[in-house]
């Protein structure tokens, strides 16, 4: 019989879904927009899932389609035509992987879908590079999104793609926050392993971010101020078929200075000469800034035709005076993107469908660091440059068979100045290279979904060095028993770019990272082979998921790892191995949902140039925990954390032999840890109508509910024949608050 509890009071549709998902595995997909309005009361847990949807059915009035085997569409009872898409799309094979919103797909990657988003702990914004360190495997050891590591790779090891754009810039505020916007970002697939023949570069993660690909209708948009931000964000409908996206976000440090604010503030001026003063030279007068502006223009010009355009801008500004008693002069470190992209895809027939993605972006670095003492100004630059043309052609064979080929050439510049006044000095250093790639790949899913296979080959030809790579990938994965599932992934990539990190005056010691072409010599090709073994456990509720993982990446320097001891200043090649474990285990249970993660790695750097031949990576986190919840109930989410990980490597000097002929006397290298990490956080959110179109989310939360002195990281420096130590600290107690009126 179909029918509620009747004990039950009504609950949000949007919740609702949440607990049938985590009971019989499958994934609902829908507008936003269409559910918000609903209030119902749920389900008999006793109904089959067919009996569940016809219930569904009745007390909301939307059609729900099943798509697949673990795929609900639920949409309006209108009849939407979309252009027809020919490729074999990835399932879902664990749904709710960690809260609502994040899932599993059968390929190995994973999909956060920010329009059906829950909460994470710390978080009231949807933060794209601090929402995917939920995922174990993958954190920063620094709590800059600019230093995030996955699996031990470094941050520039990291693709990462804004609808389809390489982006050479990570964050606000020197790398705190994502500078992607929340509102105009919508989808999110992270690849650990086993990714699509067609990308290229990430020798150690992918994290691919886009915008909605759907047409709106009816205008949309919403407003909102926090304590660091103000962000406003818009669709507005041209006609039937196309429609724009924009959204703006700026720093409210311009009207008001909150303990948000100071807190990010003082974080990214710690130990740098923005913070620093010295003798007669005081630093006064330090602002920052920063904002962010995002674009999406498409149009349906058919239902086999499709044309979108998209812009992205982003800066980062601090100024400061250095002054003494007789003059005073303005030094200042910017930081710029400009990005831009047209994307064409058309469906030929029941068999063809081409797409074509061309990109320019723009990444600059610039700083002018003046020094009364000596009379002095230093000019920087860092200035990258990438054009890209992509073509792809998908054959389907029949119903179960997809072939994927293409064409891909990228052309990267990369420029560095150093400019002094005084002694004069100027060097001005040019680089480019240019990569051919041509990939195709066998994309299989049985008849009955439960096996799908991708196997693939790309190769790249580096016109400057005359040098071909080939790099095969592939994934697999089986679902067996109703609820388990196996997958195996394997991968070879390439990349050219890597950064140069310095920790003393470069850039005032702010952002210290500079992009670097290879050069096929002191700076190899960076090249990486992974392959990773993993099983799923999906049912009632529960979700248990394991993987395995063996990572070799060759032709990484030694000042692209942040060296502070012996090898600060030494620069040479070599590789890293990291060998781990990724474990989630997770329970939904109505209206709470609880998780646990754990990730093991051991990395070790080889340099068979120096005397320590093997060692310790500085990224080599070899325990890391995270134990969350959220609470749902109506209006209100509840969002808490608990984040453990074990010290990061560090070089100590050898206790009673310290300093030799001036210099420090360092120990085996990362032979010693900084104390274990440690923080707990919080967020909530309650949202509620004052209109029938209008609706407003009030939100808080605690980053660092203890105050915690986490250390991050230390250093030392020789003073007066002694050594001095700088030990630097993760952020305090952070707290924020958020209003969003959308209407």
């Known amino acids: 019989m179909l029918q509620a509890q009747e004990d039950d009071k009504k609950r949000p549709l949007i919740s609702v879904f949440s607990n049938i998902q985590a009971q019989y595995g499958y994934q609902f997909n829908y507008a936003k927009d269409i559910i918000e309005n609903y209030q119902i009361v749920p389900p008999s847990e006793d109904l089959t899932f067919t009996e569940t949807l016809v219930y569904l059915h009745k007390v909301t009035d939307l059609k729900y389609t099943l798509i697949s085997n673990r795929f609900v569409l639920v949409n309006t009872q209108k009849n939407v035509v979309q252009k027809q898409d020919l490729q074999l799309l990835p399932e879902i094979i664990v749904p709710s ?28 914004e949807t933060d794209v590079l601090q929402s995917i360190q939920a995922f174990p495997g993958i954190q920063s050891i620094n709590e800059n999104v600019s230093n995030i590591n996955i699996r031990g790779g470094s941050h520039d090891q990291n693709l990462i793609l804004w609808d389809g754009i390489k982006m050479y810039q990570s964050g606000h505020f020197f790398g705190l926050i994502s500078m992607y916007n929340p509102q105009i970002t919508q989808n999110v697939l992270l690849l650990k392993n086993g990714s699509d023949v067609s990308y290229t570069d990430g020798v150690s993660g992918s994290i691919l971010m886009q915008t909605t690909k759907d047409v709106n209708t009816t205008f949309k948009g919403n407003i909102s101020v926090n304590f660091i931000d103000t962000n406003g964000f818009a669709d507005i409908p041209i006609n039937k078929k196309s429609s724009i996206q924009l959204a703006l976000r700026k720093s409210i440090s311009d009207f008001v200075e909150t303990p948000a604010y100071d807190n990010f503030f003082n974080k990214i001026s710690e130990d740098t000469e923005v913070e620093n003063s010295m003798n007669t030279v005081m630093n006064t007068d330090k602002e920052f800034d920063f904002y962010d502006a995002s674009f999406r223009w498409i149009y349906k010009m058919s239902d086999k035709e499709e044309l979108r355009v998209n812009f992205i801008n982003v800066a980062n500004e601090l100024i400061f005076n250095e002054n003494d008693l007789e003059e005073s002069r303005r030094s200042s470190v910017t930081q710029n993107s400009i990005a831009g992209a047209i994307y064409y895809d058309r469906v030929w027939n029941d068999t063809w469908q081409t797409s074509l993605e061309l990109y320019e972006t723009d990444y600059k670095l610039k700083a002018i660091n003046v020094n009364i003492k000596d009379s002095q100004r230093f000019l920087q630059e860092n200035i990258v440059s990438e054009t890209s043309f992509k073509l792809k052609a998908n054959y389907k064979l029949n119903k179960n068979i997809n072939l994927l080929n293409g064409y891909h050439v990228v052309e990267t510049k990369v420029t560095n100045l150093d400019d002094v006044d005084a002694p004069i000095f100027r060097s001005l250093v040019s680089e480019v290279l240019r990569t051919h790639g041509l990939f195709s790949q066998f994309n299989y ?271 030392f420096r020789v003073n007066d024949g002694q050594v001095d130590e700088t030990l630097q600290t993760s952020l305090g107690f952070s707290p924020n608050i958020v209003m969003r009126v959308y209407f």
């Open 445 to 715: 899913s049985s008849f009955n979904r439960l096996t799908n296979i991708s196997a693939g080959i790309r190769f790249n030809y580096i016109d400057k060095f005359k040098k071909q790579i080939w790099e095969p990938r592939f994934s697999f994965t089986h679902k067996f028993r109703n609820n388990f599932s196996v997958e195996v992934l394997g991968e070879m990539k390439h990349q050219n770019t890597s950064q140069v990190i310095n920790f003393q005056n470069d850039f005032l010691g702010v952002e210290k990272r500079r992009w670097q072409l290879s050069n096929n010599s002191d700076i190899p090709i960076i090249k990486s082979k992974q392959v990773s073994i993993g099983v799923n456990y999906n049912r009632k509720g529960w979700q248990l998921s394991v993987e395995a993982y063996h990572k070799k990446v060759n032709g990484i320097t030694s000042q692209s790892q942040g060296f502070q001891n012996q090898y600060e200043f030494v620069q040479t090649s070599g590789s890293y191995q990291a060998n781990g474990l990724d474990f989630i285990l997770r329970k939904q249970m109505r209206n709470f949902n609880t998780w646990l993660s754990y990730a093991y790695l051991n990395s070790d750097y080889t340099f068979k140039s120096w005397p320590e031949y093997k060692f310790p990576s500085n990224y080599d986190i070899s325990h890391a925990l995270t134990l969350g919840s959220t609470y749902a109930l109506k209006n209100l989410r509840i969002s808490t954390g608990f984040n453990w990980f074990s010290g990061k490597p560090t070089t100590l000097p050898v206790a009673d032999n310290a300093v030799i002929d001036n210099n420090i006397n360092f120990g085996a290298s990362n032979s010693s840890m900084l104390n274990d990490y440690f923080k707990v956080d919080i967020s909530a959110l309650y949202g509620f109508k004052i209109k029938q179109k209008t609706k407003v989310d009030l939100g808080a939360s605690i980053w660092n509910v203890f105050n915690r002195d986490n250390q991050i990281n230390n250093f």
């Open 97 to 124: 992987y960690i809260i609502r919103g994040v899932s599993k797909l059968n390929n190995g990657s994973f999909n956060i879908d920010f329009s059906n988003f829950s909460m994470l702990p710390g978080l009231i």
